[in-house]
């Protein structure tokens, strides 16, 4: 197990989910992707430099980014208008802080964030990238909005052929 994907959206089944993936990693000497789906259109992301060791903040096949060098912290959506620049900040925050918990790990982390159905998206990411095991956390949906909606991570479940842990 070498490449680990954990979608966050900053929740706390996101976190819970983390907390795993960050044990996991320890465990089997992983290296670790944090993934932030924005759901709001954007027409254009760039990727900056990752925070540490200045190595880029997108792996070369991550699907839907570009890379260049637009200074430390993590990908973010370059904002059209000001709803977009408020999903471009709050995608940074919620990297920033996942990468934050992750100080412990030997291999570089890497943090994406990208626009769409986050169940597709994800999906998307996994079918196209080198992920060994997607780590995720289960929906607080309950009732007949679970039934209705379904949970991203059902869906994702539904959706790849790698190894998933869904964690409650």
Do not use: W
Not at 80 to 94: C, F, G, L
Not at 141 to 166: R, Y
């Amino acid at each position: 197990m070498k490449k680990i994907l954990v979608p966050t959206d900053g929740s706390e089944c996101a976190n819970v989910a983390l907390e795993k993936a960050i044990e996991l990693a320890k465990m089997y000497d992983s290296e670790l992707t944090l993934l932030y789906v924005d759901e709001e259109p954007a027409s254009k992301t760039y990727a900056s430099t990752a925070a540490t060791g200045g190595s880029p903040g997108v792996t070369p096949n991550a699907p839907g980014t570009v890379g260049g060098g637009a200074g430390p912290g993590v990908p973010v959506h370059l904002p059209d208008n000001d709803q977009t620049e408020e999903t471009s900040e709050k995608a940074e925050k919620v990297l920033n802080s996942a990468k934050s918990r992750t100080t412990g790990l030997k291999n570089p982390v890497t943090a994406i964030s990208m626009t769409g159905n986050p169940a597709d998206v994800i999906t998307k990411f996994v079918e196209d990238s080198d992920i060994d095991l997607v780590v995720i956390g289960s929906s607080s949906k309950t009732g007949l909005k679970k039934f209705l909606l379904g949970s991203v991570a059902d869906k994702v479940a539904k959706s790849i052929e790698k190894s998933i842990m869904i964690v409650r």
